[in-house]
Every structure is written in structure tokens, then in C-alpha cells.
């Protein structure tokens, strides 16, 4: 019996190791997935900082133009009525003065 024992421990044992071995190798598979997805949560991570920036300089572009727009919209300028009386009307010749030369 105790010759049972034994080689039955010895099985166990074996096993064991067998087992362990199989473990290790999906172990060493799965720090390499996570590696791999390390290295893709950077380059994606690249990509939003890359996108971030560009919506920075979007913005600021945008911003600038709505000033300009302000801006411009603020001017001043004559009435209408008063627009018309200072420009020339469309039927009416013009007085040139011709210079002539001797």
C-alpha cells in the first residue's frame, strides 16, 4: 500500500510540474498580449492628443474669424440715403477735364 502511495505521489507530482510548465507558457503569452496592448492604448492615445490639438487650433481659428467678424460688423458706416447722395448716378456723364499738351 504504501508502494501505491508513493508511486500515486509521484504521479501527482508529475502532474503538478506538467501543469505548472503549461501555466508559465500562458503566463509568458499573456504579459505578451498585454504588451501589445499597452503599445496600442499609446498609439491611440497619440491619435487623441494629435485630434485635441488639432480641435486647440480649430478653436483658436474660429475664435479669430468671429472677432474679425465683430469687428467689421461694428463699423460704422453712412446711412443709406446719405450713401447715395455721395455716389455717382449710373445715367449721368461724368466732366472730365482733358489736359492738352504742346
Keep these: 500500500m504504501a ?7 509521484i ?5 503538478m510540474r506538467e501543469q505548472a510548465h503549461v501555466i508559465q507558457v500562458e ?3 499573456l ?13 491611440l492615445q497619440g491619435h487623441f492628443d494629435l485630434a ?9 481659428s474660429a475664435d479669430k474669424i468671429t472677432k474679425n467678424g465683430e469687428r467689421i460688423d461694428s463699423l460704422q458706416f453712412e446711412d443709406e440715403g446719405d450713401a447715395e447722395k455721395l455716389a455717382p ?8 477735364t482733358a489736359v492738352s499738351q504742346s
Excluded at 31 to 43: A, F, M, P, S
Excluded at 89 to 96: G, Q, S, V
Design 52 to 60: 485635441a490639438k488639432d480641435i486647440r487650433e480649430i478653436r483658436t
Design 11 to 15: 504521479l501527482k507530482d508529475a502532474c
Design 27 to 29: 503566463v509568458v503569452k
Design 31 to 43: 504579459l505578451e498580449d498585454v504588451t501589445r496592448l499597452n503599445k496600442r492604448v499609446d498609439n
Design 3 to 9: 508502494t501505491l502511495n508513493t508511486v500515486r505521489a
Design 89 to 96: 448716378e449710373p445715367n449721368k456723364p461724368r466732366l472730365t
